[in-house]
């Protein structure tokens, strides 16, 4: 059994690895911490797992967590999580953050999006825990960083077509519309039923700090650094991100011929599914689950290509992804604990 | 007092026809059609207008339609309204046709994406009914072909830059998201509660036969032929579309010589709400009103930018532009029976 | 002209207000006041008004808001009313309050369900606002207490039926659902969209301070102290409440003779219609109006009957009817302001 | 391994089963039949679950069915059910059936209620299968009437009380709110999302069927003969049932003694939660799940008690129960396939 503890347990990514690893049947779940709920029985925070966990939120304490633990996820706001990941893993645990602390290579990059790095010393080692393109990469990283909702979209969606060279990349532009847990567990004006019910709207239009990641891993794909557009939406549901992909062709490719490239670059993989031609992915399809649905479209008429993707962004967006890297830190069968069919009604 | 009359009042373009014209002072709402509904009172449909509305509906009649109304609404399919207007012109009716029938200017075109045209002679008489565009040309024709819904949100949204020549049109991607009532009444399994509720898709992908209505009053803009890329999704909500537009500058422009090209393309405009740099429009705050709300964003990294409209897709995306082009058609204030503000909360 | 001023503008009630009264013909909105927002503009706060209202907020100063204004709408929090309205009230001002403060005649009550009470003195001057009741009393009083909005639908559904003595008051059960505006834009965990998305349960079971409330006008109506139980429920709906009211009835009635009495009692009155039998009152179909629906159906089996109602709780559960009360002080036409139609789809 | 049979799988309960049983570790799902699919990959009708289930809808033949199957689940409209029932049984088949064709002990009862009774000798032989109450019965019974939703969420919660005879069951009020799955899939005007949405309203208010159901376990509870109010509201969620029960208590007991009488009444009931004091049920939180969430709270004041109870319609309320049942028949442990955590956010 794989002793596990969560840093950060009760935001909604936190709950979220709650739900799925008390039903894991190799995870001994040993310590979850929490800012505001110290000493408080976890059920308290989330009525819902009555039944299903027993434990309660504990203070932060690094060197003794470590001890309990094999593993740790940290699901902190950024530049949290660079306080506390350092020392997890100089006593020997290995760490999956769910922050976007480690995921820029690059600490210039990250400091122009984000803040200064306190350890940029581990953004080297930090593996881009995105299974379906570097999975060999993660089973011996002592640390990997999970990648944001957005960039799993949007990556899964474009990679085949990336790594192929059938499109020009200076012309991708992501669009992507999430529901409203991506926004956290925090009180936020916007985040009031009565502000989000019934609406649509955009949000930091070609300034959200997801673009750089995406263009990161995009730049690896090409072989050279890449610009994209990205705009994200807010959607009034609870959970999905659909992501739509446009990007002009080098050269013509019809629905078919890029149909085979994506079964054959996804072939085997358990958790993406190309949907057949003319069928568009729907986030309720993959609600509660760690599936990518990915459709896809040329367009002859103006040359271009339109590739859609629907995760949920609380599981492969988030905390299901990180489970599955944990399954592959440990040898695990990757689906371990991620089999529950979609509640898509 | 305009006597008005309505063909097809019972779908759900003409419910807000007879919602909006029930309030209208210088309407008085004649005769009201139904092809499902004949001879029950019009609140027996829509129980919510009891004490607004005491017409029953009533069968077809073109001949003593014509002489009861001034002006008649068709709000019917596609292909259905050809086959009464061009009686309604020759008995002396001005018509607002809310379907796609005398949209498209070239006879070839239609048929391309719709079905064999069978009256061709009037596409030439039809003013296209986006007043902001076509003013003048609205108030003398006999015939007013009310635009798409998709169509309104995207060309109010890029007039400007490609009027000013500021775009490259070729670029242009329109990505769209519609509430549920753009579907229609009518019964089918995608407009189920249950299949659309927490859902996010595309549809149409590349396909939908609004393209061409924007490619026509494109081209017009620009000069020339263009064609674009447009992807419709559907929204779980049930009115409002918002518009993220994406084109590549010719030139570099910041974001606030943009918003003064739009404050002054749209100046006077009673309906257009250009927003302050940094806000983006959100189809919650234009629900239930004639408005189209526009945001835009210049992405420098990139040299695109970003043009967000939002409007209601009943309203601006179908019946209230139809009123306002009946007040124009009848020398009334534009803004007459359209003076509601959002219901945004 | 009326010179109108509101107190706490930018709550859900108070931007309610603006949003009626921005459109009123006869009034002229002087000023808005707000602790959050002073020296802002008012559309800072709900950009979904731009166009409509150029106000700033302002802070609160009784003395010169007294000079400016001839009615004031409080929208405060209970037991912060209480803190001005006297002043107001002393410098000449109507006031129209749409807190708890000045709804229970009795300082005992008020006190065991709220807090000390600060102007007791005024309990017995103020009438309580239900116009459909007390419409001469409001008239002419110095100050109005806006009822709550549970009260309104359930008085509305149940005065008939007590008033008549066709029912043991005893027996009544008032259980109603509301919308999420109900508990106001403050932050709070529970008003998060993604803890209220797709749920539904009771709060404050029996407890909610609404009974006394609803206690006291119904022994005003029947002539006797009465106890009721009340159960308020919250739905995942931005507006609205449904009140669904069980009763033992003293003798036998039938349907018809039920309908009969209600469209009696309620003859002439612009807000309430009665749904004919069999028909049952949806929120949607009174949503952003003043309206009032009744539906009812009397359970023979069990010698029971149940009345429904459907109302606004933003409108006529607080701002339409705080409107409909200013109308009745000014002797203006009581609908004015308020004839919208329902945004019901 | 129990080879399983299901008979109307395309329908929500269908679907709901297929989604169970997909992944229930003693079960070979062998047979899916359909009335308009025919022929047709299950995952054409519901994509969500491509990956899952790889069978066809074939038409009904309930001979080779029954010998292809150990179990049927009949998901059809009532009439339908009784149909087959008889054959299915005759060849050796067990039968869990979903519609109301069994539960009705008495003939007459039903034919008032719904139509004719083609197979009334079975009535006395099917076990009402709410296992809670009647899990010895349901273990030998060859036919299981899986009860109705609404019985479901109201007999749980009201069966201590009584069977304890703690409360006057002639005073007992059954409010109940549920999602729009209970009303099936089928194109009605109803169930589009426009005319749902932002909704409520109550239904077939005294008159609906499933009082005679309830009315029926509640007389084998009480020991003679009872009748109750039931009203039924149609909630603007997909899925869950709350139910609010109101009942006047025949002595006093405070909050405390009626816990701890519930905690041990369900003692040991897997899919029974009795929630702490001051706590209320919300659908929200056994989404997806078997559990029956269960909250209560006397009314001093009044001699009342509320008893609240929460479950997902299609669960506990059809087709997670109906599994339930199916684990008791064979053997199995009553939670086998059903652990899954609520997905409550």
């Known amino acids: 059994m794989v002793r596990v503890g969560i840093v950060g347990s009760t935001g909604y990514t936190g709950m979220e690895l ?14 979850l911490t929490s800012e ?8 308290d925070v989330y009525p819902a797992l009555q039944g299903g966990v027993d434990l309660h939120c504990e203070a932060l304490d690094v060197a003794q967590m470590a001890r309990r633990c094999d593993v740790v996820f940290t699901a902190l706001p950024h530049t949290k999580a660079m306080e ?10 290995r760490v999956v953050d769910l922050s976007a602390d480690f995921r820029l290579r690059q600490k210039e990059v990250f400091e122009a999006w984000y803040a200064p790095h306190t350890a940029p010393e581990l953004l080297s080692q930090a593996a881009y825990g995105l299974p379906e393109l570097h999975r060999d990469e993660i089973r011996d990283a002592p640390l990997v ?10 990556l899964l969606a474009a990679a085949p077509l990336l ?3 059938w499109i020009d990349p200076d012309t991708l532009i992501v669009n992507s519309a999430s529901g409203v847990t991506g926004a956290g ?14 609406g649509f709207r955009a949000y930091k239009v070609a300034e959200h700090r997801h673009t750089p990641e995406m263009e990161q891993e995009i730049s690896r794909l090409c072989g050279r650094s890449v610009r994209i557009t990205f705009v994200p939406h807010l959607l009034p549901v609870s959970r999905g991100i659909l992501t739509t992909l446009y990007a002009t062709l080098v050269h013509e490719v019809n629905e078919e011929e890029m149909l ?10 358990p958790f993406v599914r190309i949907l057949p031609g003319g069928v568009t992915p729907n986030i309720r399809e993959v609600r509660g689950t760690n599936l990518c649905d990915i459709g896809l479209r040329p367009d002859p008429r103006t040359n271009r290509v339109i590739v859609l993707s629907a995760i949920d962004n609380l599981v492969k967006g988030a905390s299901g992804q990180a489970v599955q890297n944990m399954n592959l830190l440990f040898g695990l069968p990757e689906t371990l604990g991620l089999e529950t069919p979609p509640l898509f009604i």
């Open 185 to 198: 567990r925090s009180l936020s004006l916007g985040s009031l039923f009565c502000e989000v019910n019934e």
């Open 145 to 154: 960083a999970n990648p944001g909702c957005y960039p799993t979209g949007a």
């Open 18 to 31: 709650v739900r799925i690893l008390s039903r894991h049947p190799e995870v001994d779940l040993a310590v």
């Open 36 to 43: 505001s709920y110290v000493g408080r029985p976890y059920v």
């Open 260 to 269: 085979r490239l994506y079964r054959r670059y996804y072939s085997g993989e």
């Open 163 to 165: 790594a192929e060279g």
């Open 84 to 93: 506390c990941v350092p020392e997890f893993l100089d006593r020997g645990c």
